[in-house]
């Protein structure tokens, strides 16, 4: 059985890849910030280099 450690941000226009053991967890979902996690309040991005994610 191979353990999943890496995926992609479950926010869905994040292209961000978490690591699961420092992700959040939210809902178990998993995110690269908090912005994705609360759904990017106020429009708010990620933050991450390259990255465009919002609401």
Known sequence: MTTVT???CACES???IVDTSKA???DGHY???DACANGHPEGSGCG???CT???
């Open 6 to 8: 890496q995926m992609k």
């Open 14 to 16: 994040c292209l961000c």
């Open 48 to 50: 991450h280099t390259g």
């Open 53 to 55: 994610c919002h609401t």
């Open 24 to 26: 959040i967890d939210k």
């Open 31 to 33: 995110y690269c910030s």
